[in-house]
């Protein structure tokens, strides 16, 4: 397979970007599209829906809230990771003291 991906080790960076894209999909991966958000005290991403694509939330540091439509907030901090279904409108926050910086992980449902 010619556009077949590598393995690789990709930086994280430093914390200083609010988003920083991992993985965006082919050539960098099959189907997976990944990024590192950096969020400020009191911020959030804004709400927005998961579509057709079901998405891992990994914690690096800091504490927030996954606040899923029609459910209770979820608590998020490092050693948790959260799951949104597809066609699912989210958005996190943080509500920590200090920054939240998270990895997501998306990848397109087949049906």
Excluded at 83 to 109: K, M
Aim: glycine share 12%.
């Amino acid at each position: 397979m010619a556009d077949k991906p590598r393995a690789r080790v990709i930086s994280l960076g430093d914390g200083a970007a609010r988003y920083l894209p991992v993985l965006e999909g082919p050539p960098d991966s099959v189907a997976l599209h990944s990024g590192v958000v950096t969020l400020a005290p009191g911020s959030s991403v804004g709400m927005h829906s998961t579509k057709g694509y079901e998405e891992l939330i990994t914690v690096l540091e800091g504490q927030g809230e996954l606040l899923i439509a029609g459910q209770d907030p979820l608590a998020i901090q490092p050693g948790v990771a959260a799951y949104c279904p597809p066609q699912t409108d989210h958005n996190v926050v943080n509500t920590g003291s200090v920054t939240l910086r998270y990895i997501f992980v998306v990848t397109e449902v087949m049906g």
